[in-house]
T-cell receptor, first 114, second 113 residues
Framework: NAGVTQTPKFQVLKTGQSMTLQCAQDMNHEYMSWYRQDPGMGLRLIHYSVGAGITDQGEVPNGYNVSRSTTEDFPLRLLSAAPSQTSVYFC?????????????FGAGSRLTVL | DAKTTQPTSMDCAEGRAANLPCNHSTISGNEYVYWYRQIHSQGPQYIIHGLKNNETNEMASLIITEDRKSSTLILPHATLRDTAVYYCIVRPGGAGNNRKLIWGLGTSLAVNP
C-alpha cells in the first residue's frame, strides 16, 4: 500500500510565484488535511476536507487554497508565494467515523520561498 | 490552548526502557490519548492510543493513570531507531473531531549507544 503520497519533496519558489503541492491517498479515507511545520512550533492545520466536494479552513488558511474533487486527491495551492510560507508541509488522512481515526501522514514537502 | 504538557527532551540508553510522560490534567471524559512520533523530518507516525485502560501493541505500551490526568508511553527496549520527537495528543472520540488535534512540540527522545 502506498498510503499517503506527497509531491514534490522539495521545491524552491520566488516570491509571487504560484504552485500546487499534491497529496494522494489510496486508503479510501474520508478525511484529508494539510499541516505546516515550522521550527519551534507544533504542526498547524491549514485546511481540511471530510469528503469529496467538502473543504474547510483550519488554523492558518491564509494564502492557501484547496479543493477535493475526488476521495483520493487533496491538492494545496499557493496562489502567490511569500517568504512566510517557507515551511515543511504534511498531508494527512484518516477515517471520519467513530473508530480509532489514526492519522496517516505523507513524507512531507519542503518549500523554500526566496 | 495546549491540552498536553510534555518534557522538552529526554535521554535513554539503548536496550533500556524509555518512559515518556505526558500531562493532560484537563482531559474530558470522552477524549482519547494518542501518541505519535516523528523521526528526523519524516511525517509523524502513529504509535498507540487509549481511553482509560492500559494498552499495548507491538511498538509500545500506554499507561493511563486512574484519574486520566496523565499517561506514560513506554518503549520497552529502546533502540537507536527510536530516536525521535514523541507527541502526546488528546482527541475527542466520535466523528468530526479530526480537525481538533493540537500538536505541541513533543518530547525529543535521544537513545544513546
Amino acid at each position: 500500500n502506498a498510503g499517503v503520497t506527497q509531491t514534490p519533496k522539495f521545491q524552491v519558489l520566488k516570491t509571487g510565484q504560484s504552485m500546487t503541492l499534491q497529496c494522494a491517498q489510496d486508503m479510501n479515507h474520508e478525511y484529508m488535511s494539510w499541516y505546516r511545520q515550522d521550527p519551534g512550533m507544533g504542526l498547524r492545520l491549514i485546511h481540511y476536507s471530510v469528503g469529496a466536494g467538502i473543504t474547510d479552513q483550519g488554523e492558518v488558511p491564509n494564502g492557501y487554497n484547496v479543493s477535493r474533487s475526488t476521495t483520493e486527491d487533496f491538492p494545496l495551492r499557493l496562489l502567490s508565494a511569500a517568504p512566510s510560507q517557507t515551511s515543511v508541509y504534511f498531508c494527512a488522512s484518516t477515517t471520519e467515523g467513530t473508530g480509532a481515526n489514526v492519522l496517516t501522514f505523507g513524507a512531507g514537502s519542503r518549500l523554500t520561498v526566496l | 490552548d495546549a491540552k498536553t504538557t510534555q518534557p522538552t527532551s529526554m535521554d535513554c540508553a539503548e536496550g533500556r526502557a524509555a518512559n515518556l510522560p505526558c500531562n493532560h490534567s484537563t482531559i474530558s471524559g470522552n477524549e482519547y490519548v494518542y501518541w505519535y512520533r516523528q523521526i528526523h523530518s519524516q511525517g509523524p507516525q502513529y504509535i498507540i492510543h487509549g481511553l482509560k485502560n492500559n494498552e499495548t501493541n507491538e511498538m509500545a505500551s500506554l499507561i493511563i493513570t486512574e484519574d486520566r490526568k496523565s499517561s506514560t508511553l513506554i518503549l520497552p527496549h529502546a533502540t537507536l531507531r527510536d530516536t525521535a520527537v514523541y507527541y502526546c495528543i488528546v482527541r475527542p472520540g466520535g466523528a468530526g473531531n479530526n480537525r481538533k488535534l493540537i500538536w505541541g512540540l513533543g518530547t525529543s527522545l535521544a537513545v544513546n549507544p
